[in-house]
Nanobody
Framework: VQLQASGGGLVQAGGSLRLSCVASGSIFNINAMAWYRQAPGKQRELVAV???????NYADSVKGRFTISRANAKNTVYLQMNSLKPEDTAVYYCNADLNPWGYAEPYDYWGQGTLVTVSS
């Protein structure tokens, strides 16, 4: 099982980016999917999470600006980021809680990270 994130880049403050993350491999079921981020010198933090049923939750710092969504048929999670601020600069990681084929218990998987840089 692999998670492949894409969509990061350099953007000016006030701009927008859309991140994507595709889960591939021998997957039976994907439960929650999420985006985390880690800024230089800081701990990794949860940005947004979406359940298999579509319920969402966001960090206070991104509420009203970021939107998480998923396409279950494509095993893909998205993060639409609007009104970006310099403090959003970080490496963004996707995360999935999923059951590989043949496993009754779910496991945590991480993507490789994609860098988002917001210039002032």
């Amino acid at each position: 099982v692999q998670l492949q994130a894409s969509g990061g880049g350099l953007v000016q403050a006030g701009g927008s980016l859309r991140l994507s993350c595709v889960a591939s491999g021998s997957i039976f079921n994907i439960n929650a999917m999420a985006w985390y981020r880690q800024a230089p010198g800081k701990q990794r933090e949860l940005v947004a999470v979406i359940t298999s049923g579509g319920s969402t939750n966001y960090a206070d710092s991104v509420k009203g600006r970021f939107t998480i969504s998923r396409a279950n048929a494509k095993n893909t999670v998205y993060l639409q980021m609007n009104s970006l601020k310099p403090e959003d600069t970080a490496v963004y990681y996707c995360n999935a809680d999923l059951n590989p084929w043949g496993y009754a218990e779910p496991y945590d998987y991480w993507g490789q990270g994609t860098l988002v840089t917001v210039s002032s």
